[in-house]
Protein backbone atom coordinates (compact mmCIF):
# COMPACT_ATOMS: atom_id res chain seq x y z
CA UNK A 1 0.00 0.00 0.00
CA UNK A 2 1.82 3.16 -0.76
CA UNK A 3 1.60 6.13 1.55
CA UNK A 4 1.62 9.81 0.59
CA UNK A 5 4.69 11.77 0.78
CA UNK A 6 4.50 14.23 3.30
CA UNK A 7 6.07 17.81 2.87
CA UNK A 8 7.65 17.00 6.29
CA UNK A 9 8.22 13.39 6.41
CA UNK A 10 9.13 13.69 10.44
CA UNK A 11 5.41 14.45 11.03
CA UNK A 12 4.09 10.65 9.84
CA UNK A 13 3.83 9.42 13.04
CA UNK A 14 1.78 12.75 14.34
CA UNK A 15 -0.42 12.48 11.28
CA UNK A 16 -1.14 8.70 11.98
CA UNK A 17 -1.88 9.72 15.57
CA UNK A 18 -4.34 12.56 14.27
CA UNK A 19 -6.12 10.19 11.47
CA UNK A 20 -6.76 7.26 14.54
CA UNK A 21 -8.23 10.42 16.93
CA UNK A 22 -10.44 11.21 14.40
CA UNK A 23 -11.63 7.99 13.27
CA UNK A 24 -12.19 7.20 17.13
CA UNK A 25 -9.43 3.86 17.06
CA UNK A 26 -6.57 3.32 19.03
CA UNK A 27 -3.82 1.61 16.69
CA UNK A 28 -3.34 4.26 13.72
CA UNK A 29 -3.50 1.63 11.00
CA UNK A 30 -7.05 1.02 11.64
CA UNK A 31 -7.87 4.50 10.96
CA UNK A 32 -8.96 4.39 7.04
CA UNK A 33 -10.24 1.02 7.36
CA UNK A 34 -12.78 2.07 10.22
CA UNK A 35 -13.76 4.77 7.98
CA UNK A 36 -13.95 2.73 5.05
CA UNK A 37 -16.23 0.41 7.01
CA UNK A 38 -18.57 3.12 8.30
CA UNK A 39 -19.10 4.17 4.72
CA UNK A 40 -19.82 0.67 3.39
CA UNK A 41 -16.78 0.73 1.64
CA UNK A 42 -15.03 -2.86 0.88
CA UNK A 43 -11.75 -1.54 1.86
CA UNK A 44 -9.13 -4.25 2.23
CA UNK A 45 -5.55 -4.59 2.94
CA UNK A 46 -3.39 -4.65 -0.18
CA UNK A 47 -4.62 -3.94 -3.39
CA UNK A 48 -8.17 -2.48 -3.68
CA UNK A 49 -8.30 -2.00 -7.42
CA UNK A 50 -11.88 -2.94 -7.74
CA UNK A 51 -12.81 0.22 -5.65
CA UNK A 52 -14.71 2.55 -7.72
CA UNK A 53 -13.88 6.46 -8.03
CA UNK A 54 -16.74 7.40 -5.92
CA UNK A 55 -15.91 4.94 -3.16
CA UNK A 56 -12.48 5.68 -3.10
CA UNK A 57 -13.14 9.56 -2.57
CA UNK A 58 -15.42 8.88 0.54
CA UNK A 59 -12.71 7.31 2.14
CA UNK A 60 -10.29 10.07 1.44
CA UNK A 61 -13.15 12.61 1.43
CA UNK A 62 -14.56 12.32 4.77
CA UNK A 63 -11.62 10.99 7.31
CA UNK A 64 -9.76 14.49 5.16
CA UNK A 65 -12.93 16.64 6.13
CA UNK A 66 -13.34 15.03 9.89
CA UNK A 67 -9.36 15.64 10.24
CA UNK A 68 -9.32 19.57 9.13
CA UNK A 69 -12.30 20.12 11.94
CA UNK A 70 -10.23 18.26 14.36
CA UNK A 71 -7.34 20.61 13.38
CA UNK A 72 -9.47 23.69 13.67
CA UNK A 73 -10.84 22.14 16.98
CA UNK A 74 -7.15 22.04 18.63
CA UNK A 75 -6.02 25.35 17.03
CA UNK A 76 -9.32 27.16 18.98
CA UNK A 77 -8.27 25.18 22.33
CA UNK A 78 -5.26 26.40 22.03
CA UNK A 79 -5.64 29.83 21.02
CA UNK A 80 -8.13 30.02 24.09
CA UNK A 81 -5.90 28.78 26.73
CA UNK A 82 -3.13 31.86 25.41
Same mark, same amino acid.
Given at each position: ? #? &? &?????????????????????? #??????????????? +???????????? #?????? +????????????????????? #???
Amino acid at each position: M #S &R &RKLLVPEARQAMDQLKAKVAGV #SDPKEAKFEAAREQG +IPLDKGYNGKLT #SEQAGK +IGGRMGGNMVKELVRMAQENL #SKK
